[in-house]
């Protein structure tokens, strides 16, 4: 089970057991924000109907007919081509691993 850091000799410690990297993983996904806790600050809000271009970071780049259409192509990659992996919007900004995972398809409110 999980414990909180502890500071000991100048220095935090966090044990975690016997979990290993996936677990990690998993737990770190527990204390992530989802689309519903974004603050309007965070959220990067976009046109999901626009034409895009995946590039999956190995110089492969895919039209889409929709940004949607590259997120969800994007989604499907493997984390390791997740994080070197791009979408550009046509005629548009392009967007990081970071940016792509704030994407808000909703009107931003005044």
Same mark, same amino acid.
């Given at each position: 089970?999980?414990?909180?850091?502890?500071?000991?000799?100048?220095?935090?410690?966090?044990?975690?057991?016997?979990?290993?990297?996936?677990?990690?993983? *998993?737990?770190?996904? /527990?204390?992530?924000?989802?689309?519903? /806790?974004?603050?309007?600050?965070?959220?990067?809000?976009?046109?999901?109907?626009?034409?895009?271009? /995946?590039?999956?970071?190995?110089?492969?780049?895919?039209?889409?007919?929709?940004?949607?259409?590259?997120? /969800?192509?994007?989604?499907?990659?493997?984390?390791?081509?997740? *994080?070197?992996?791009?979408?550009?919007?046509?005629?548009?900004?392009?967007?990081?691993?970071?940016?792509?995972?704030?994407?808000?398809?909703?009107?931003?409110?005044?």
């Amino acid at each position: 089970m999980p414990s909180w850091p502890t500071v000991g000799a100048g220095r935090a410690h966090q044990s975690y057991g016997n979990l290993g990297p996936g677990s990690i993983a *998993i737990l770190s996904g /527990l204390f992530s924000f989802g689309p519903a /806790l974004m603050s309007d600050d965070y959220k990067i809000y976009v046109d999901g109907g626009a034409p895009a271009t /995946l590039n999956d970071g190995a110089g492969i780049s895919t039209d889409c007919t929709t940004l949607q259409e590259a997120v /969800l192509a994007w989604e499907r990659l493997t984390p390791e081509q997740k *994080i070197r992996a791009t979408v550009r919007l046509i005629g548009g900004p392009v967007y990081t691993a970071h940016q792509i995972a704030r994407f808000h398809y909703e009107t931003k409110q005044a």
